[in-house]
Nanobody, 122 residues
């Protein structure tokens, strides 16, 4: 599976962005999908995950209530809607396809997208 993330950019605090991650291949619907982020000078961290059927979603406490993950298996795409953005949300955002369901760990990721930069100004 190859993943291509897009949608990042510069936004003011309180604003919104929608990230997209398009997957190649016909096995997209068999993977649980997620998003991680890496703030400047920090380690990569879990943001959100969604099960292969969209039946379950999971969020980091820091984004709960502000971010929404969704997927469209017909379009081989996973989305991350970012609302009420804060300067501390500034990071490179990576989409991920999981090989196991311990979503919080980078070691659970089978495939990574290339990352898209989100910058939130105060």
């Amino acid at each position: 599976v190859q993943l291509q993330a897009s949608g990042g950019g510069l936004v003011q605090a309180g604003g919104s962005l929608r990230l997209s991650c398009a997957a190649s291949g016909r096995t997209f619907s068999t993977y649980d999908m997620g998003w991680f982020r890496q703030p400047p000078g920090k380690e990569r961290e879990f943001v959100a995950a969604i099960s292969r059927s969209s039946g379950s979603t999971y969020y980091a406490d820091s984004v709960k209530g502000r971010f929404t993950i969704s997927r469209d298996n017909a379009k081989n795409t996973v989305y991350l809607q970012l609302n009420s953005l804060k300067p501390e949300d500034t990071a490179v955002y990576y989409c991920a396809a999981y090989w196991r369901s311990t979503y919080y760990y980078t070691g659970s990721v089978a495939y990574w997208g290339q990352g898209t930069l989100v910058t939130v100004s105060s």
